[in-house]
């Protein structure tokens, strides 16, 4: 039991690297990877499943992956834009578990314009993610890792770049169908800012989850709280003239979703981000904010997975995600 402890003690003191929350850039880093996690409601960290991209918001679930995983993703994005995710998993014996990948977000083409707003012509904008991962089974209940992603950024020919890590916790009984886990993600900080000089960090994000199924039905219920450092009402889009109370705040923080498995080695998904709901809607984007659906398949070694969701006011986002294991 000390190994556990140790590592939540560890999630619980990056807190105090954690300053300036309102200045947090580099938005990508919050992007689903999972097509799975994106039909749950977009923050799920407890879900365990034998997928290439098990691991991507909770870096203590790639110890539930099979050795050799590929996996690819694509998803679809307002505007033109698209966002691409390459995994790779390979376990080492029982207990540890390595896994990279590769990000990029493309916005699409977009118009540049100087400071008067006269066109100088186009310009396509993108983000770059790399990194790494480990995983290590504690005991037979837990589970823990840690990963570290570089950051690039690309607009109009301003630079920048970023390194973040991520921790994670999980306990998982399988004979309860139980998940219960912690992440610390983001915990980072700019090395490379724009020529403008601006600076910004990683968007540190805290989270507690849990997964469970029912006994006498194939359903799993999941429900994941998320930035549970913010707590101010400026951390969240609203319009001017509201204010926010602490129960729309509370909300604000809380994503459930549900798994409904009819046949061994398929599910379907369905979920709610309070917090995506409220800020769509407050943009003027109330219809279908918030939920999100999804679809897969997860057999022996082929994965595949499909989700909607609405990240953005101009249009919904397919997510697509393929797996296999060598």
Not at 118 to 127: A, C, L, V, Y
Not at 210 to 220: I, N
Not at 289 to 294: P, V
């Amino acid at each position: 039991m000390k190994k556990p402890l140790l590592l939540l003690f560890a999630l619980t003191a990056c807190l105090r690297l954690v300053a300036q929350e309102g200045t947090a850039s580099f938005a990508v880093l919050g992007l689903p990877v999972s097509s799975h996690v994106a039909g749950l409601g977009g923050e799920n960290i407890s879900v365990v499943e034998d997928t290439p991209w098990a691991g991507a918001a909770n870096p203590a679930l790639w110890s539930t992956v099979t050795d050799r995983s590929l996996g690819l993703g694509f998803m679809t994005y307002p505007d033109g834009g698209q966002w691409y995710n390459a995994q790779f998993v390979k376990a080492f014996g029982e207990r540890h578990t390595a896994a990279f990948h590769a990000r990029m977000m493309n916005y699409g083409e977009m118009t540049e314009t100087d400071a008067a707003g006269i066109e100088s012509g186009t310009f396509k904008p993108r983000d770059i993610v790399v990194g790494a991962a480990y995983s290590y089974v504690l005991s037979d209940l837990w589970a823990g890792g840690a990963g570290v992603n570089l950051v690039t950024t690309n607009y109009a020919g301003y630079n920048s770049a970023a390194v973040s890590v991520d921790l994670g916790l999980n306990y998982f009984n399988p004979e309860k169908d139980l998940s219960v886990s912690l992440a610390a993600r983001n915990i980072g900080a700019q090395f490379k800012s724009p020529a403008d000089g601006r600076t910004a960090h990683a968007p540190f994000v805290l989270q507690a989850g849990l997964t469970a199924g029912m006994s006498h039905a194939p359903v799993r219920f999941s429900v994941t709280l998320t930035d549970l450092t913010r707590w101010k009402t400026s951390d969240y889009y609203h319009p001017a003239d509201e204010s926010l109370s602490f129960g729309k705040k509370l909300l604000n923080h809380v994503v459930v979703g549900v798994d409904v498995i009819p046949a061994e080695g398929f599910y379907l998904s369905a979920g709610y981000n309070f917090r995506r709901a409220y800020e769509l809607k407050a943009a003027g984007s109330g219809h279908g904010a918030g939920l999100t659906f999804g679809g897969g398949l997860n057999l022996s070694r082929f994965k595949l997975g499909v989700s909607y969701a609405k990240y953005h006011v101009g249009a919904a986002s397919l997510m697509f995600s393929a797996g296999y294991a060598l």
